[in-house]
């Protein structure tokens, strides 16, 4: 096997025409608005921060997937003492593709399975994977998608729930108010502290995997996802381009250069096999 020789910092590529996070998306709208937001104002378009935690949630679900796929079991998200372990959710996961938190863990010095290794968890163990919140803005110009941000924009979408009974006369019942943001376009920034072949070739079959799957309900991310939410086109950044060449994928008005399509070939062809087959192992070991 060649000595890896790929980056720490990885970035994938989000679109999405609409994201809810429940009300996890923190904005700049006290600046932007001077106290007086109007949610109906199309000028009103501000930024903000997602948060990481439904990203990571619905790349991990990939992963677990991707493992799965693949003949190996993956770690159970939660303790096995926790409280669903009772109505028998936990022994249904146990026998659909999961094996007990922490179980693949011989010993103290041992990494445990892939999923472990990179999300830890069990017995204070950190991961070797840092997931960052995407800071996005309706300003094309200020994103810096080397820093892993987004062209994106904050709305408040009001919903009237109305009643069913004719008598009613469609009377709202009451009004919900979901945090979204729209046209999502951007780069989430992940780093791994240590760097594994496993760990490239498990993100980016997770990638594929949640891109094939991108209307499936259970791939898609955050809330509102039986109104259209959270369907994603996602794929990996060529681990092997630069700075200029991660800024060029994102500018509509230019193609990939010739280095960049010399990189793609290189990257399906010599990389991808090699980290792949360090995964196929990885997950066999289990
Ligand atoms: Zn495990």
Redesign the pocket.
């Known amino acids: 096997m060649t000595e890896i020789d790929i980056d720490r910092d990885v970035f994938v590529r989000i679109r999405t025409d609409l994201l809810v996070v429940g009300d996890s998306i923190m904005t700049d709208r006290h600046h932007a608005s001077n106290g007086n937001y109007e949610d109906n104002d199309p000028q009103n378009q501000i930024g903000g921060i997602i948060p990481a935690f439904s990203l990571s949630g619905w790349l991990r679900h990939g992963m677990e997937k991707v493992v799965q796929e693949r003949d190996g079991t993956?770690?159970h998200p939660g303790e096995a003492n926790a409280n669903f372990r009772k109505d028998g959710v936990y022994n249904r996961d146990l026998d659909a593709g999961y094996?007990e938190?922490?179980?693949?863990?011989e010993d103290d010095d041992d990494d445990?399975?892939v999923?472990?290794d990179l999300f830890g968890g069990f017995g204070n163990r950190p991961g070797k994977f840092m997931r960052r919140p995407i800071q996005f803005s309706p300003v094309r110009s200020s994103v810096d998608y080397t820093r892993g941000q987004a062209e994106g924009h904050y709305r408040r979408i009001n919903r009237n729930v109305v009643s069913r009974n004719e008598e009613d006369n469609r009377e709202p019942l009451r009004n919900a108010e979901l945090d979204a943001v729209g046209n999502l376009d951007g780069c989430w920034h992940l780093s791994f502290r240590e760097t594994k072949p496993e760990f490239v070739a498990l993100l980016a079959e997770a990638i594929d995997f949640l891109d094939e799957h991108q209307t499936d309900f259970m791939h898609q991310l955050g809330g509102a996802r039986n109104f259209g939410g959270g369907i994603v086109d996602c794929d990996l950044v060529n681990p092997l381009y630069n700075e200029t060449e991660l800024r060029r994928v994102f500018d509509r008005g230019k193609g990939n250069t010739n280095k960049m399509d010399d990189k793609d070939e290189k990257w399906e062809t010599e990389y991808l096999p090699e980290f792949q087959a360090a995964l196929a192992e990885r997950v066999e070991e289990?």
């Open positions: 993956a770690c094996h938190k922490g179980v693949c863990l445990g399975c999923i472990l289990v």
